[in-house]
Structure formats: structure tokens, C-alpha cells
């Protein structure tokens, strides 16, 4: 049983890096970001936290893995990131996934899966392919709940505001919110 109780240990770790996370996804969504935060760890302390901040710096890269990697390796003063363990709320893409694989991180823990556009086995996997030269850990489903809930309410606020600039653009007063037509799980690009 000595196994279990290991499990446990990981666990729980695992879960309180992954709430650190969503603390900064939780800052994206406050500053109008797609609500998505990464951490990096090392040896049981985090070396780099950032959010998605991809309207921020007008700049389609700056993904929240992008931000942690680099600013991971600048304080490792090594591109090489092995030994550390890169949490995210969500799923990575495939330019994060390749980026990932390029830094080498012992491992990768994500929250919600992107069963379209993920490149952590959701839609492809590029973290442990054969095709490149490192693979990582990866596990998933960390408060993906959390992660999943935080996306939502983003694009469910995203598409009431789309409605109500298309109606102001017609000359037309916005109707009563009917909270019908969302598909919610659908959209976690970002
Ligand atoms: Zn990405």
C-alpha cells in the first residue's frame, strides 16, 4: 500500500500546482484574456507563473505555456528545462506542444482536455511522439472542472457581447439575455 500513499503525495502536489494555475488564468479573464495560466516547477517550487496574454501584447504567441517557458529558462539560465514539471489549466496547442517538447520538461499536467485543437492527445499528441527527440510525462484532468467552468463563462460573456454590438449596430435595443444556443464545451481554443 505503500504505492497509494505515494499516489496520494503526487496527487495532492499535483492539484495545489494546478491551483496556482488557475489563479493566473484567473487574472487573464480579469484583464479580458482567454482565461488560461501555466506554472513551472522545480523540485517542489514554482520558477515561472504566466497568463494567457495574447490581447495584452497584441502578440499571438503569448500563450500562458509560451510565457512560463521562457521566463522558466531565463531563470534556470538553461534552455533546457529537465527535471521541471509544466502545469496548465488547458490542454496545449500544437505551437505550445511543439515549444514544449523543444524545452524539455520531465512533465506536463494540464486541466481540460481540447479534444479539437489539443496537441497533448487531445487532437494530436506532440508531446510523446517518436517523431521528436524528447518525450514527456503527461497526466490530465487536474480541476479540469475548474479550468473547464472558468472557459466557459469567458465565452459564454465573449458571445453576449458579440449579440449585443451586432444589435447596437442594427439601430436595435439588445433583448432580455435568454441564456439559450451556447454549446459551452466546445470552445477552449486559446
Ligand atoms: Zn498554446
Redesign the pocket.
Known amino acids: 500500500m505503500a504505492d497509494d500513499g505515494e499516489l496520494i503525495i503526487d496527487l495532492g502536489s499535483d492539484v495545489y500546482f494546478m491551483g496556482e494555475a488557475l489563479r493566473e488564468a484567473r487574472r487573464a479573464a480579469r484583464l479580458g484574456e482567454v482565461p488560461v495560466g501555466a506554472v513551472v516547477v522545480r523540485e517542489g517550487r514554482i520558477i515561472a507563473r504566466a497568463h494567457n496574454q495574447v490581447e495584452t501584447l497584441k502578440d499571438a504567441t503569448a ?1 500562458a ?2 510565457l512560463a517557458l521562457t521566463q522558466a529558462q531565463n531563470k534556470l539560465g538553461d534552455w533546457r528545462l529537465e527535471g521541471c514539471t509544466l502545469y496548465v489549466t488547458k490542454e ?2 500544437p ?2 506542444g511543439g515549444a514544449i517538447v523543444h524545452c524539455r520538461p520531465g512533465r506536463v499536467v494540464f486541466g481540460v482536455g481540447d479534444p479539437k485543437g489539443g496537441a497533448a492527445g487531445g487532437w494530436i499528441n506532440l508531446l510523446q511522439t517518436e517523431n521528436l527527440n524528447h518525450r514527456c510525462e503527461v497526466a490530465s484532468g487536474v480541476l479540469e472542472q475548474e479550468s473547464r467552468v472558468l472557459l466557459q463563462a469567458f465565452f459564454q460573456e465573449a458571445r453576449r457581447r458579440a449579440r449585443e454590438r451586432a444589435l447596437a449596430a442594427a439601430g436595435r435595443v439588445p433583448e432580455a439575455e435568454t441564456g439559450g444556443g451556447c454549446n459551452g464545451g466546445g470552445e477552449l481554443e486559446g
Open positions: 500563450h505555456e509560451m496545449p496547442c505551437m505550445c
